[in-house]
């Protein structure tokens, strides 16, 4: 996702006042959080907790989806505040002005932002903590802020003097807020850039960890949620005499989504949903099939679209060319299907309303809930637990919505769980899209035109429709524009809604631009007679970051050195997120399976908060990636999903997966996001190694050789 601007702010409660005899730094305290905390014995701020025990509490702004935020971002506040990393507790932040991802404009986890937005002002925060701490002991002890050293909670003073933090926070929180603080010299980090151990591990591990499907509150009743078989569809009459007679069963409630039955648990729930009789008004999308989908992508090519980029002349350039390459490349709808499937938990009263569960759009889930209940913001308290899987999928709130309509209408706390087959036929999709490229060639087989149109649905005309202007949706042209140096390029793209429903997915629009355009450029190496690696290579010159990461890639890879006989290399090149990247596959093919066996990847990321988070992340992108190039698509028929489990929407399993090698260059730049772009790149790079291999160039997801 890209950068986002200027939405809606809501007002929160301002603070910088001590509670219950600890310290308060900084503002932006929601009130609903602070009156929850109010008669501990610690203090918060919008990062920092120290209690009077001199317990250490640092807020995380961001969804922990398995990405590794919960041991990220406390790092940068905990390198700055000195105190000991593997002592600090972390908690999930409320919805706060303070905590809005500055690169998104909203309290979002998405877009591999998490750490860039932190990256200075979490560091900030910390710093600005322990300045004010140092500063209570100096006035303390009477004696010059400058000769009081502050490390692992504690400040040290002239004389052997010593106080810990806790001690230290109520007169702390009485001091105003230095404006500027020096950050400590890349040198003298303790935490940052080391390989340390996550610090959720032995909580998930355990089982301690709380994930939105493990929610109970007092008094709280199960609901199974039946759903029209196509999307947008509504019930126009409903038969709930033989479910209303079932074990458990305490409610039958219509809401805007479909049937919900609530009981004393959820199996007696779902047994009893699937004895309603429905019947349902499937509505206009009800004959929508994936040829009909495709068709009018096809058609979309035709249109002129929305210039995103003319340079010189690509019409007169490949009218001289020496020899042309033509393509177009076709990517499905794919399912998020986190593991978790979705769930919340509401609890709707007449003045107040309690939401615990997974999600990642927080803000949006506020305003949701005031919306649905007629509630004040700060009569909304929302509790964000670990998610088991996001991918993009719970920044929509539909089954948030959902389990605030059934409470609202029972008065009760309610926990509405989706099967896996809700979740996979009621999805947001991640878009399908068909890429048209040309290219001409001179005589020497240097690239002297590249046209590029895409024809996809726009999933920000749904969610953030002002963002979408004179036709172009920003998070849909992410990395259209390759990184090569040629003279002429002509890049537009057509929004074309298809009428499936769709939502962001992990590397968004990468995945769709990347995967055509690697797969061009690699076409036209080929047409040039040129080696595939050596092509790129000459045209990445002026651009030393692309050109590091696709060297590294290329030697640790062995880049033209002999494989055992029936395998070959493909290779490919990017850069998303402020992150730059190249990959080589190495792939065999038997029977017309693919088979990956090894994957180089050479990432240029900047600076490195935790390496062993970065490479976790990318084995993910892999694995991820290789999953959706093998197995993953959507179809349609009669206006309904075909995928209903993974039997029939496959994941890859422990055989299947490649050894993974990770190599870095070494950077003093601001870090880059790497949840997202070595998915986007597997794809292009795979196909190339198939073509390199087969001689069959593969422009189609998922790959089939035969």
């Known amino acids: 996702m890209s950068q986002l601007k200027n939405p809606a702010r809501r007002t929160f409660l301002k603070s910088s006042a001590a509670i219950g005899g600890g310290l308060v730094i900084g503002v932006s305290l929601p009130g609903a959080f602070r009156d929850a905390i109010a008669a501990t014995d610690s203090a918060i701020n919008a990062w920092v907790r120290i209690g009077s025990d001199n317990s250490v509490t640092i807020l995380c702004a961001r969804s922990e989806m398995g990405q590794g935020v919960v041991m990220a971002l406390p790092t940068l506040v905990a390198e700055e505040l000195e105190v000991d990393l593997q002592k600090v507790k972390v908690g999930f932040a409320p919805p706060g002005e303070a905590y809005i991802n500055a690169m998104l404009g909203a309290q979002l986890t998405g877009g591999s932002t998490s750490v860039r937005d932190g990256w200075d002002k979490l560091r900030i925060a910390g710093a600005k903590a322990r300045v004010m701490l140092t500063e209570a002991a100096a006035q303390k002890w009477g004696v010059d802020a400058s000769k009081c050293v502050a490390r692992n909670g504690t400040v040290t003073g002239p004389g052997g003097k010593k106080a810990t933090y806790g001690s230290l926070a109520e007169a702390a929180s009485k001091l105003t807020p230095p404006k500027e603080v020096a950050l400590k010299d890349p040198s003298k980090w303790r935490y940052i850039g080391k390989p340390l151990k996550r610090m959720d591990t032995a909580v998930k591990i355990s089982g301690k960890a709380e994930f939105g499907i493990d929610v109970k509150l007092p008094g709280m009743l199960y609901a199974s949620l039946a759903q029209c078989p196509v999307i947008g569809g509504k019930a126009t009459a409903v038969d709930d005499a033989k479910a209303k007679s079932m074990p458990g069963v305490k409610h039958v409630v219509t809401i805007s989504d479909g049937v919900a039955v609530v009981a004393d648990s959820w199996w007696q729930a779902k047994q009893a949903r699937d004895a309603l009789n429905i019947t349902w008004d499937e509505g206009p999308n009800k004959a929508l099939n994936s040829e009909a989908v495709f068709k009018g992508l096809a058609e979309g090519l035709s249109k002129p679209g929305?210039?995103?980029?003319?340079?010189?002349?690509?019409?007169?350039?490949?009218?001289?060319?020496?020899?042309?390459?033509?393509?177009?490349?076709?990517?499905?709808?794919?399912?998020?299907?986190?593991?978790?499937?979705?769930?919340?938990?509401?609890?709707?009263?007449?003045?107040?309303?309690?939401?615990?569960?997974?999600?990642?759009?927080?803000?949006?889930?506020?305003?949701?809930?005031?919306?649905?209940?007629?509630l004040k913001p700060e009569q909304i308290t929302i509790k964000t637990t670990f998610l088991g899987g996001g991918f993009g999928r719970r920044i929509d709130l539909d089954f948030m919505a959902q389990a605030v309509e059934i409470s609202k209408s029972i008065g009760v706390p309610v926990k509405l769980i989706w099967t896996r087959e809700d979740d996979m036929t009621h999805d947001f999709y991640r878009p399908a899209s068909l890429t048209q490229m040309s290219g001409g060639l001179d005589a020497g087989g240097k690239p002297v035109a590249l046209k590029l149109k895409m024809s996809s649905t726009s999933v920000t005309a749904r969610l953030i429709p002002p963002l979408v202007k004179d036709g172009v949706d920003p998070l849909m042209t992410e990395a259209i524009l390759v990184p090569y140096d040629i003279a002429n390029q002509s890049v537009a793209t057509v929004i074309n809604q298809t009428g499936l429903r769709v939502g962001f997915l992990r590397s968004v629009s990468h995945a769709l631009n990347v995967f055509a355009n690697e797969s061009f450029i690699d076409e036209m190496a080929a047409a040039a007679g040129k080696d595939p690696y050596e092509f790129r290579l000459g045209l990445v010159e002026k651009q030393p970051r692309f050109k590091k990461v696709l060297q590294l890639a290329a030697e640790k890879a062995g880049w033209g050195k002999p494989l055992p006989k029936g395998r070959a290399r493909g290779i490919g090149l990017m850069e998303g997120y402020d992150t730059y990247m190249a990959q080589v596959a190495e792939v065999s093919v038997k029977d017309g399976r693919i088979k990956v066996h090894r994957v180089v990847v050479a990432t240029d990321l900047g600076m490195v908060v935790n390496p062993n988070i970065v490479q976790q992340q990318i084995e993910s992108n892999i694995v991820f990636g290789l999953t959706a190039l093998l197995y993953g698509n959507i179809t349609l028929k009669d206006g309904r999903v075909e995928q209903t489990n993974f039997d029939k929407y496959q994941l890859l399993r422990m055989p299947e997966t490649p050894k993974i090698e990770m190599y870095f260059v070494k950077s003093a730049e601001k870090p880059g996001g790497i949840g997202e772009p070595g998915m986007a790149l597997l794809s292009p790079t795979v196909a190339n190694a198939v073509y390199a291999l087969t001689g069959k160039r593969l422009r189609k997801m998922p790959f089939q050789v035969a």
Do not use: W
């Open 306 to 374: 929305a210039t995103i980029k003319a340079q010189g002349n690509v019409e007169e350039a490949l009218k001289g060319a020496a020899k042309k390459v033509e393509a177009t490349y076709e990517m499905p709808f794919l399912s998020h299907s986190p593991l978790e499937p979705m769930n919340f938990t509401a609890d709707v009263r007449k003045d107040s309303a309690l939401l615990v569960g997974s999600i990642q759009f927080q803000e949006a889930a506020l305003g949701m809930t005031a919306a649905i209940t007629g």
